[in-house]
């Protein structure tokens, strides 16, 4: 178990384990080694219980009824938006738009905000690091109004280049779109900073917290920005659980995105008017079981303790790297301090393709990511086609570290044989 300076664990690894029943299971009659968190992570019994309980205690429609089950289904969701709320540092529950994931939170922003308020000549910054779903919502948006878009370099460490930031800046600068932690390099960004300073041209902030908010502790007050999109997947809530956060009075401002059920005040044949929040963002049936288990996943994240899963990943990240670095052929991308970055970590064995190098890994029982991440302009500014991508949560060990590297020593006597 890792151990913080002063002796004790971070976290209880072994305990929080046996809360998670898909660590039991054997992959190609190899442990599972599950270090896949970035692109989802598995699901505590605590989450998977908040779904049974309401399927098999309240199932029904919200907002509609006036029955029992409708009534307790309609509080349970209001109160998991609460729940929700208060993980993020907002008392105020109209703030919190329920989405499918980060991908609808930021296409709800740039279509909603973005089609009211961009002009011609107006410009959205982005930055080299941005998953496509910070990134394509706002070109396509960019095309439909006539705005354009620019993208923030990198410095050679990985980190948004804030004098190119700076550089780029004006006042005709209306948005930017920033991921908190990239998901192919971990880096951190300064995101209070940086939202300080596109504020002071005027501009909004639009915030994808995908792989900031299940891993380091999240006050929506203290970052400054104006929208914040997260995915509970991510952080050991169902699949399809999602949140983007807004500042009150520009959700208010807003148009709605989708138009239906629970998104009215009234109807006439012509047009209609909008309930206010959060209904407006509401439309249609929610994935109401789901956002409980967001709640409830909340709720586990909590009891853990944010700070405590931030000093768990900053000493397993290190230890990855340190161990990654140490095997021949392997190079490490991303920022070197661990304090400076989250545990996701991309690597390459040189001389085989990400794809192979991941399916020795899977014979191995160890899951990580091959690909690019949904991150093409970084790949391509780093003039990478792929990397492997080990990302790690709060249940993974040192030895799933050692697990990992076993199993590419593996990959690298198999290809270089292969080459001989
Ligand atoms: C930084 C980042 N942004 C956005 C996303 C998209 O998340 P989702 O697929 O849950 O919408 C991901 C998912 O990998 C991500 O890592």
Same mark, same amino acid.
């Given at each position: ?7 004790? #664990? ?24 599950? /270090? ?7 699901k ?53 738009v ?5 991908t ?9 905000w ?12 982005a ?8 990134l ?13 878009i ?25 948005? /930017?779109a920033?991921?908190?932690a ?31 908010? #299940? ?29 983007l ?8 401002? $807003? #148009? ?31 994935a ?13 994240l909590?009891? /853990?303790? $944010? ?14 790297m340190d ?9 490490v ?88």
């Open positions: 178990m890792l151990r913080v300076d002063r002796g004790a #664990p971070a976290l209880d690894v072994a305990r929080i384990r046996a809360d998670f029943p898909i660590l039991q299971r054997q992959v190609n009659g190899h442990p599972l080694v599950y /270090l896949d968190n970035a692109a989802s992570t598995q505590p019994r605590q989450v998977i219980d908040a779904l049974v309980d309401f399927y098999t205690r309240i199932n029904a429609n919200v907002h509609r009824g006036v029955h029992t089950l409708s009534v307790e289904a309609t509080d349970a969701y209001e109160a998991a938006r609460e729940r929700i709320g208060r993980f993020i540092g907002t008392d105020d529950p109209n703030e919190v329920f989405v499918r994931n980060t609808e939170g930021l296409n709800l922003v740039a279509a909603c973005g089609r009211a308020n961009l002009r011609p000549g107006d410009e959205i910054l930055t080299q690091l941005e998953h496509h779903s910070n394509v919502p706002w070109q396509r948006v960019a095309q439909d109004t006539g705005a354009h620019a993208l923030v370099r990198l410095t050679p460490d990985g980190l948004v280049d804030l004098d190119h930031l700076r550089q780029l800046l004006s006042p005709r600068t209306r948005v /930017l920033i991921a908190h990239s998901n192919v390099l971990g880096t951190i960004s300064d995101v209070t900073r940086i939202a300080d300073m596109a504020h002071a041209v005027g501009a909004i902030v639009a915030v994808d917290g995908a792989q900031s908010v #299940p891993h380091l502790a999240t006050d929506v007050g203290t970052l400054g920005v104006d929208f914040l999109a997260f995915s509970g997947h991510k952080m050991l809530a169902p699949l399809g659980s999602g949140v956060w807004g500042r009150r009075e520009l959700l208010e401002a $807003m #148009p709605p995105f989708l138009g239906g059920g629970g998104m009215i005040r009234e109807v006439y044949d012509d047009r209609a008017t909008w309930a206010p929040l959060p209904e407006k963002f509401d439309a249609g049936t929610p109401v079981a789901d956002s409980i288990g967001l709640a409830a996943a909340c709720d586990y909590d009891e /853990l303790g $944010m700070a405590n899963i931030r000093t768990h990943e900053i000493e397993l990240a290190g230890y990855a161990r990654l670095a140490s095997v021949p052929d392997v190079t991308y991303g920022p070197r301090d661990p304090h400076g970055r989250t545990a996701v970590v991309s690597f390459n064995l040189d001389g085989v393709h990400p794809h192979d190098a991941g399916t020795i890994l899977d014979e191995a029982g160890v899951a990580v990511r091959a690909g690019h991440h949904c991150c093409q302009p970084l790949h391509r500014s780093l003039d990478l086609a792929a990397t492997l991508r080990a990302s790690f949560y709060v249940y993974n060990t040192a030895d799933e570290v050692d697990a990992l590297v076993d199993a590419l020593a593996v990959a690298r006597r198999v290809y270089q044989r292969k080459t001989a």
